[in-house]
């Protein structure tokens, strides 16, 4: 099978770069799976779980990730995005403490804007929750 090459870089660090034969991102209507020489496209990643299968395994790999963007073009992908963390990376009781605060700002009122961000940041303990009780 073909692979192409992905950088899957956070805001801290390049949390991979390497030949990989699929990577499935989370977008606001569901997944986008690419595989070797697909089209070109820019398109917004939504945070969530991304999957990618590296080159000569079988194996899924999945991570954790904030908002971004992705880049597909010439048989490279890359992929920007706020944060970036395997299961195994999560602190539960930050996580814990991002949800309970992000709720109470919630009962609160806010501008739209703030009102956005403390729902990004609710979701966003969310799937860190999820991710750390998956992992379990």
């Not at 099978?1 to 992905?6: G, I, T």
């Not at 109470?104 to 009122?109: A, H, K, N, T, V």
């Not at 990004?120 to 999820?130: C, D, N, P």
Request: net charge negative; proline share 1%.
């Amino acid at each position: 099978m073909s692979s192409f090459f992905l950088k899957l870089i956070a805001t801290d660090k390049v949390y991979y770069q390497g030949r990989v034969r699929s990577v499935v991102l989370p977008e606001t209507d569901g997944q986008h799976e690419i595989l070797a020489h697909h089209e070109n496209l820019i398109m917004a990643v939504k945070g969530g779980w991304v999957k990618f299968q590296k080159e000569g395994e079988d194996t899924w790999e999945e991570v954790i990730v904030g908002c971004g963007m992705a880049q597909v073009a010439n048989n490279r992908v890359m992929v920007l995005v706020e944060t970036a963390e395997s299961p195994e990376e999560i602190d539960v009781r930050r996580a814990s403490e991002a949800k309970e605060r992000a709720e109470e700002q919630l009962r609160q009122d806010q501008s739209i804007r703030e009102y956005y961000h403390t729902q990004a940041s609710l979701a966003r303990a969310m799937e860190r929750l999820k991710a750390s009780n998956k992992n379990l």
